[in-house]
C-alpha cells in the first residue's frame, strides 16, 4: 500500500508556488487539567475519569483500526519534510488551543 501522507506531501510541494509555505495543521483534542497536563483515559469509576477522553480515545482507535494503520502519520511529518528535497527550513511547533473556559497561567 503506498504511504498516501508522503504522497500528498510530495504533492503539496508541486503545487505551491517557488519560497511558497506548507501549514500542516494536526488536532488532537484532549481535556487539559489546570496545570495543562492531559486526563488520562480511564474507565469509568476510576480517578479523573472524564467521558471525553475517553469517548475520544475509543474513536481515535475505530478510525485507526478502519484505516488499518498503526500509528497517526502526522507524527512522522516533520521527519519526511526534511528528508524531501522539495522542502526547505521544516520546523514544527506545537500550539495550545484552547476551547471552552479559559485557563489562568501563573
Not at 501522507?5 to 519560497?19: H, N, Q, T, V, Y
Not at 474507565?43 to 478502519?66: C, L, M, N, V, W
Not at 511547533?93 to 471552552?100: I, K, Q
Request: with cysteine.
Amino acid at each position: 500500500m503506498p504511504n498516501l501522507a508522503k504522497i500528498l506531501l510530495e504533492d503539496s510541494a508541486r503545487a505551491l508556488i517557488s519560497g511558497g509555505l506548507l501549514l500542516l495543521v494536526h488536532c488532537v483534542p484532549v481535556i487539559l487539567k489546570n496545570d495543562l497536563s492531559a486526563y488520562p483515559v480511564t474507565d469509568e469509576g476510576q480517578p479523573e475519569f472524564t467521558f471525553y477522553q475517553k469517548a475520544f480515545s475509543r474513536i481515535s482507535q475505530a478510525h485507526f483500526k478502519r484505516a488499518r494503520v498503526k500509528v497517526e502519520p502526522s507524527i512522522f511529518w516533520h521527519k519526511w519534510l526534511e528528508q524531501s528535497p522539495s522542502f526547505k527550513s521544516v520546523t514544527t511547533e506545537e500550539v495550545l488551543v484552547p476551547v471552552g473556559r479559559n485557563i489562568k497561567r501563573e
